[in-house]
């Protein structure tokens, strides 16, 4: 979407910052950190030069205020300057049309990480009820549906259900009840898995 707002006596912000000359256009947005390594202390890798890896922290600096950020929310101007600023930037030059289309963008990344994270909260508690130890704590926990433990079922049943029907609420409720039973003291025992999904 092409911002065409002047603001300030005639002079968009990002124009008097010299940035490049109104109307400015929002290409996308890029998370810096999503190539971070955990190992090499949450360092990016930015490529190999003269036979050495070159490692850096995440993230860069706003073009607009100079403040660190980690997620670049790129512009082009009508010139063709392309720069990036962060979303807070966009938000203080009082843009409105530029400021709807990076909040979309930005809300829209926030939703995918957030999937991504479930999903790998959902695998891990899988993963966690193939020791029969944490199988064995959550059959010794009673059902939290009365009528189901009335009839002798027990947490495991439960998570095996949700686990395998329930949406990603559902899941969630799921896997903290696998992340309790993991977190209560004493070994795991990982040597034979349990038979559930």
Same mark, same amino acid.
């Given at each position: 979407m092409i911002s065409q707002k002047k603001i300030e006596g005639g002079v968009h912000l990002f124009e008097a910052a010299g940035l490049g000359k109104a109307p400015f256009r929002f +290409?996308?947005?890029?998370?810096?950190?999503?190539?971070?390594?955990? /190992?090499? *202390?949450?360092?990016?890798?930015?490529?190999?030069?003269? *036979?050495?890896?070159?490692?850096?922290?995440?993230?860069? /600096?706003?073009?607009?205020?100079? $403040? *660190?950020?980690?997620?670049?929310?790129? +512009?082009?101007?009508?010139?063709?300057?392309?720069?990036?600023?962060?979303?807070?930037?966009?938000?203080?030059?009082?843009d409105a049309g530029l400021r709807l289309v990076v909040d979309t963008a930005?809300?829209?990344?926030?939703?995918? $990480?957030? $999937?991504?994270?479930?999903?790998?909260? +959902?695998?891990?508690?899988?993963?966690?009820?193939?020791?029969?130890?944490?199988?064995?704590?959550?059959?010794? $926990?009673?059902?939290?549906?009365?009528?189901?433990?009335a009839c002798g079922l027990t947490m495991w049943h439960w998570v095996d259900w949700m686990l395998r029907h329930a949406g990603i609420r559902g899941k969630l409720s799921a896997c903290k009840a696998v992340e309790a039973a993991c977190a209560e003291p004493g070994e795991l025992d990982r040597t034979a898995p349990c038979a559930i999904l």
């Amino acid at each position: 979407m092409i911002s065409q707002k002047k603001i300030e006596g005639g002079v968009h912000l990002f124009e008097a910052a010299g940035l490049g000359k109104a109307p400015f256009r929002f +290409i996308g947005c890029v998370d810096d950190s999503v190539g971070a390594n955990p /190992s090499y *202390g949450g360092m990016v890798f930015r490529g190999e030069r003269d *036979g050495v890896d070159h490692w850096t922290q995440p993230g860069g /600096s706003c073009a607009y205020c100079g $403040q *660190g950020i980690i997620v670049f929310c790129w +512009i082009r101007s009508a010139d063709g300057k392309k720069f990036k600023v962060g979303s807070d930037c966009v938000k203080k030059v009082g843009d409105a049309g530029l400021r709807l289309v990076v909040d979309t963008a930005v809300a829209k990344r926030r939703r995918e $990480q957030k $999937q991504r994270r479930d999903a790998a909260r +959902i695998a891990n508690a899988r993963e966690l009820l193939r020791f029969p130890t944490v199988c064995q704590r959550l059959r010794d $926990q009673v059902h939290p549906v009365a009528r189901h433990a009335a009839c002798g079922l027990t947490m495991w049943h439960w998570v095996d259900w949700m686990l395998r029907h329930a949406g990603i609420r559902g899941k969630l409720s799921a896997c903290k009840a696998v992340e309790a039973a993991c977190a209560e003291p004493g070994e795991l025992d990982r040597t034979a898995p349990c038979a559930i999904l």
